[in-house]
């Protein structure tokens, strides 16, 4: 390797390191770990081969056509595709308000949930007592004699206490607690007992 080539490739990879550097530190947030390591990575390559590409035009450096041209290639690939990143990264949309409502006081028990494309999912019953989770015994409903069935919450860990009880069979019960979340998230009645995690 000439002194030449020696000079170029240091001045490539140092302006590679500190492009990078750069960019690691405008991008970085807490939730785009892997969207900063490949912004970064791409940045270094493209700082890199466009400093051998504006050397060579500019005369600086002699470099042969066939480096040149896989050069141009890379660096265009890689600056398109780092201009895609950024714009998906700036127009990411944030998840509504709502989708932070994931607890509260219902029919006398503890509810948690989580959110799926704006429906309530994985809903489950906790004691106010000692938080384990529920279990539901809708049995009553199986008997023909009973003029309506309901369905009760019972905390094992509290010898067996009930407490709550739900009309309907668990399914309708827990249909019920549902539509009465989804009620508050529209009129928008969040209570004032709940902590809502901060953004
Ligand atoms: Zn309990």
């Not at 949309?93 to 503890?110: I, Q």
């Not at 989580?114 to 009553?140: M, T």
Request: aromatic share 12%; proline share 4%.
């Amino acid at each position: 390797m000439s002194k030449e080539d020696r000079r170029l490739l240091i001045i490539g990879i140092i302006t590679a390191v500190v492009g990078g550097g750069i960019v690691a530190i405008v991008f970085t947030d807490q939730g785009a770990a892997v969207f900063d390591a490949i912004c970064s990575s791409l940045v270094s390559l493209v700082v890199f081969c466009w400093d051998i590409l504006v050397k060579s035009l500019i005369g600086a450096y002699s470099v042969p056509g066939w480096v040149l041209f896989p050069l141009t290639i890379i660096t265009a690939y890689f600056l398109l595709s780092l201009l895609m990143a950024v714009q998906k990264k700036w127009s990411r949309v944030e998840p509504p308000l709502f989708t932070r409502y994931v607890e509260d006081f219902l029919f006398d028990a503890k509810w948690h949930w989580s959110w799926r494309e704006g429906a309530v999912k994985n809903l489950h019953s906790f004691c106010p007592s000692c938080e384990g989770q529920l279990i539901y015994d809708d049995s009553n409903c199986d008997d023909i004699y009973e003029d309506h069935c309901d369905t009760k919450l019972i905390c094992e860990n509290c010898d067996y206490k009930i407490i709550s009880t739900i009309r309907g069979y668990a399914e309708e019960a827990l249909a019920r607690v549902e539509r009465e979340i989804l009620r508050r998230v529209r009129v928008g009645e969040y209570p004032s007992n709940i902590s809502l995690p901060s953004q």
